[in-house]
């Protein structure tokens, strides 16, 4: 969590990353890159990462870069009351 927003978490051997929807195509194509599916259902805006396509610090920094850059703008999501 950044500013209360969802950001990156780990889950598994896969990096979860919450990114621009605008951008979900293009990430897709990035190697390791999965719809997340963890509901059941794809979410657009999310993504999951292989842990075998974070091996270097720089691919790793690629996809954190993505998720803070993305959470300037995000909106949070609202709390249950």
């Known amino acids: 969590m950044v500013n209360d927003k969802m950001c990156v978490g780990v889950e598994q051997q896969r990096l979860m990353v919450r990114l621009d929807p605008a951008k979900y195509e293009e990430a ?3 190697d390791g890159c ?15 990462v292989d842990i075998d396509a974070l091996n270097t610090k720089m691919k790793l ?11 300037k703008i995000a909106e949070a999501t609202k709390k249950k009351k």
Not at 61 to 71: G, H, S, V
């Open 28 to 30: 897709m194509k990035k």
């Open 34 to 48: 999965k719809p997340m599916d963890f509901t059941g259902k794809v979410m657009k805006g999310f993504v999951f």
């Open 61 to 71: 920094e690629y996809w954190i870069k993505i998720a803070l850059d993305y959470n």
